[in-house]
């Protein structure tokens, strides 16, 4: 499925998503992986929580059309921003893994009223001195995919990210983490968890950095 959005400083942008299920909307947020990554979770959530469950394609990636205005994680949270207005998904809940995640706290500072909660799953996106996020992009990405994702996610973190989670209203947030991260460590995700007032940490043994291929 497309649609077309507007979104603010980016203009036109054509959004691919695939939709499962009825009810509560989702809005799922895949990371480095692609949309296929995140598809036996929404499968899960569809069938068994009575979830109207949205998956888009970030733009540019899997051979769908990018703007050239759209370069950054903060446009990606513009562009599903207005992707809400577009498909009614008022009061969602927010979910997204890896960079997904980083996406998702990035769209709830941006649209939080709009939101009914946020759930991060090894998120990247914060800077944790101690614990750093593994640059996974290394030198020069060789696919097309990885060369806009290293655009878009460049470090893996925004060193202004953090202090902004801090200052500001989220929504009801849930961080989980995967024991045997080996990208983002589980103490990456408690400072994750402490830096979003309210937020609840929940780690997961026994599954690494993609518990929703792990064990969706």
Do not use: C, N
Request: glycine share 12%; charged share 20%.
């Amino acid at each position: 499925m497309k649609a077309t959005v507007i979104a603010e400083g980016i203009g036109r942008v054509d959004v691919s998503f695939s939709e499962r299920g009825a009810g509560q909307p989702v809005l799922l947020l895949h990371g480095g992986g692609g949309p296929a990554s995140v598809t036996p979770w929404a499968e899960v959530l569809a069938a068994k929580t009575r979830a109207r469950v949205v998956t888009p394609t970030h733009p540019g990636l899997v051979r769908t059309p990018r703007p050239e205005a759209l370069t950054s994680v903060g446009g990606l949270a513009r562009v599903y921003a207005a992707l809400i207005d577009k498909l009614d998904l008022d009061g969602a809940s927010v979910m997204g893994h890896s960079i997904g995640g980083w996406i998702a706290v990035e769209l709830g500072l941006l649209a939080g009223s709009r939101i009914s909660s946020l759930v991060l799953l090894d998120a990247v996106g914060i800077e944790v001195p101690d614990h750093p996020a593994e640059d996974v992009f290394g030198g020069t990405p060789a696919t097309q995919d990885a060369r806009v994702l290293k655009m878009y996610a460049g470090t893996m973190m925004d060193p202004s990210l953090r202090p902004r989670l801090s200052r500001s209203a989220v929504p009801p947030t849930l961080v989980v983490w995967g024991d045997d991260d080996g990208v983002v460590d589980h103490e990456y995700g408690r400072a994750y968890a402490r830096a979003i007032s309210g937020a609840e940490f929940r780690v997961l043994r026994g599954v690494g950095h993609s518990p929703q291929m792990e064990a969706p």
